[in-house]
């Protein structure tokens, strides 16, 4: 059974990056399948920030393609989020999930989500 | 790209039958069988329901179904319980080569 876990800083000052990772048990993210990052700002609805597949190929939401680099490390068995020039508007929960049915479209299972705050 | 649109609420009686829509276009809903449904309980994260419009992950309760006609897709849930109460998120691959989501959908079991 996959299980999946997101780390990483809860608070970031404005203008700086946000760096997550998310660690997978359960399964070798180097034998396939693709990987997401989906976010929710507090009271609102997902947003799709982007997926990656265990080969390193990316798909980004176009919206914030210039500011996210998705990255997989198949030694550590985890893949990480990095959003640069961050502002009050990407404070969010960001969950990590796996791409289900060998597609990036869906995901199943998510991990339990990390709050992260963009303040000074 | 703009969210899919959901109504905000729907609500029904236990045993009764619910039906929510997601409406988006040509480029998304309409162009794509790449149409995929998320439930949601608060504090908690999304489980997946319905994906490539109508297939039920394993484990999903067969009161769950889900079509697509033109640009709407729709998720239906039958013999309404309790524990259904929740919010519900529609999703579909766009034509930009992403993926997008709809607003959302409350559902309140009276």
């Known amino acids: 059974q996959v299980q999946l876990q997101e780390s990483g800083p809860g608070l970031v000052k404005p203008s700086e990056t946000l760096s997550l990772t998310c660690a997978v048990s359960?399964?070798?993210?180097?034998?396939?399948?693709?990987w997401g990052w989906i976010r929710q700002p507090p009271g609102k609805g997902l947003e799709w920030i982007g997926s990656?597949?265990?080969?390193?190929?990316?798909y980004y939401n176009p919206s914030l393609k210039s500011r996210v680099t998705i990255s997989v490390d198949t030694s550590k068995n985890q893949f990480s989020l990095k959003l640069s020039s961050v502002t009050a508007a990407d404070t969010a929960v960001y969950y990590c999930?796996?791409?289900?049915?060998?597609?990036?479209?869906?995901?199943?299972?998510w991990g339990q989500g990390t709050l992260v705050t963009v303040s000074s | 790209q703009s969210a899919l649109t959901q109504p905000a609420s729907v609500s029904g009686s236990p045993g009764q039958s619910i039906t929510i829509s997601c409406t988006g276009t040509s480029s998304d809903v309409g162009g794509y069988n790449y149409v995929s449904w998320y439930q949601q309980h608060p504090g908690k994260a999304p489980k997946l329901m319905i994906y490539?419009?109508?297939n039920r992950p394993s484990g999903v309760s067969n009161r769950f179904s889900g079509s697509k006609s033109g640009n709407t897709a729709s998720l239906t849930i039958s013999g309404l319980q309790a524990e259904d109460e929740a919010d519900y998120y529609c999703?579909?691959?766009?034509?930009?080569?992403?993926?997008?989501f709809g607003g959302g959908t409350k559902l309140t079991v009276l």
């Open positions: 999930a796996e791409g289900y049915s060998s597609s990036w479209y869906w995901f199943d299972p």
């Open positions: 359960g399964y070798s993210i180097s034998s396939g399948y693709y």
């Open positions: 990656i597949y265990h080969s390193g190929s990316t």
């Open positions: 999703s579909s691959y766009t034509s930009s080569s992403s993926l997008v």
């Open positions: 490539d419009v109508s």
